[in-house]
């Protein structure tokens, strides 16, 4: 049998026990029709998102389906370079509402 001495933390003998292992009031889980999905959370965030008409990345107003206007460019851009694109289709959504802006 071993004993296992433990190190004394300076300063902390002065701090209330009370305080150091107070309970911490955790957030009402949410129950819609994502909470029985077996995906993972950051699935039901963007599912989440996308019922509420907002990116699902970042949370702004969605101007198309899924993405905010800086993230639709993000995407956009990084399919083109993806496929080694020369030429821009200017008609799609995200050339017009660029314009716009």
Avoid: N
């Avoid at 305080?19 to 955790?26: G, I």
């Avoid at 107003?61 to 370079?81: D, I, Q, S, T, W």
């Amino acid at each position: 049998m071993s004993l296992v001495l433990t190190k004394r933390r300076p300063g902390l003998d002065i701090i209330p026990p009370s305080l150091l292992y107070s309970r911490v009031e955790m957030p009402k889980k949410i129950k819609d029709e994502f909470t029985g999905l077996s995906v993972s959370r950051q699935r039901k965030y963007q599912l989440r998102m996308r019922r509420a008409r907002r990116c699902i990345i970042c949370g702004e107003p969605a101007v198309g389906k899924v993405f905010c206007l800086r993230h639709m460019v993000k995407k956009r851009e990084k399919g083109r370079k993806r496929i080694g694109a020369r030429k821009r289709l200017k008609g799609a959504l995200s050339y017009r509402l660029q314009a716009g802006q």
